[in-house]
């Protein structure tokens, strides 16, 4: 009987300079299946995807950066403000003569109570378009206000002035620096981001990050006045009495926009004469 063996397929060894290397991969061995590259659609749409989801993720992180500083005022700042109880009204018989001196300021500007119709931020003059910027006859048309916390530096100010931004406006009708009765001044505010201490236009921007006993300075007609903040409010802009007058002292009062970006509401922030001081 013959019997059939099937021999191993035989390695051939390459040397340099003869043969083929090649003849080294065995013969029975099947070649590798040729793979196929990926369609190009199915890469784009990938690539399409994630940049949707980056597009959104973006999307969404402008939004909270711009609506957060609005919700946390009104979430967190302005219920404070709301509550905060001042100082001054700690004073003895300070709670009859308050009102006194409130009801003889109102009477003496003028306060009225119609509704506040169009608003231009930018203009003084429309801020309490009921009760009108009253004209003062003074040798002192301008001042300097500063306010350390802030980053506020000699900002000028222009007394019965209506363009907010090229300076804050003390409000014409109301007291000077240094005198019996309340200075009361405007400054325009945006969103906190785009604060800038010598950009009218976003100079009181931050003015909510103050607090009770910060400092305020003010330097008119060559004397430097240093102010301590005493009370912080929130009003609405159909309300007046931001404007009203104190004669027990020199009062300064502090006018923007709230929450900031907005034109909801008022934040006054008021500050009493601690002493003058030589400039």
């Not at 369609?39 to 949707?52: A, D, E, F, T």
């Not at 240093?226 to 027990?248: A, C, G, H, N, W």
């Amino acid at each position: 009987m013959y019997q059939f063996v099937k021999s191993k397929p035989q390695m051939r060894t390459f040397e340099a300079g003869r043969g083929d290397p090649l003849d080294d991969v065995p013969c029975d061995v099947p070649p590798e299946p040729h793979a196929s590259p990926p369609h190009p659609l199915l890469g784009q749409k990938q690539s399409r995807s994630i940049y949707s989801y980056a597009l959104i993720g973006l999307g969404m992180m402008i939004l909270v950066w711009v609506f957060w500083p609005i919700v946390s005022f009104s979430l967190f700042t302005s219920p404070v403000l709301s509550a905060v109880v001042s100082p001054v009204q700690n004073d003895e018989n300070s709670g009859d003569q308050s009102r006194l001196f409130s009801s003889l300021g109102a009477l003496a500007i003028g306060i009225g109570a119609e509704d506040e119709s169009t608003l231009e931020t930018t203009n003084a003059n429309t801020w309490f378009p009921t009760k009108p910027q009253k004209k003062i006859v003074t040798s002192v048309t301008a001042y300097t206000l500063s306010i350390p916390k802030l980053g506020i530096r000699d900002a000028a100010v222009i007394i019965g002035g209506d363009d907010l931004q090229k300076s804050l406006i003390h409000y014409g009708g109301t007291g000077l620096p240094g005198e019996y009765g309340t200075a009361v001044v405007f400054g325009h505010s945006v969103l906190p981001q785009f604060f800038s201490g010598t950009n009218y236009k976003s100079i009181f921007s931050t003015l909510p990050s103050m607090k009770i006993g910060d400092d305020i300075y003010v330097t008119y007609d060559g004397v430097r006045y240093r102010y301590k903040v005493f009370d912080m409010i929130v009003t609405k802009p159909t309300d007046l009495s931001p404007l009203e007058q104190r004669f027990d002292d020199s009062y300064i009062t502090l006018v923007t926009c709230v929450p900031p970006g907005t034109l909801w509401e008022r934040l006054n922030v008021k500050a009493r004469l601690v002493k003058p001081e030589n400039s």
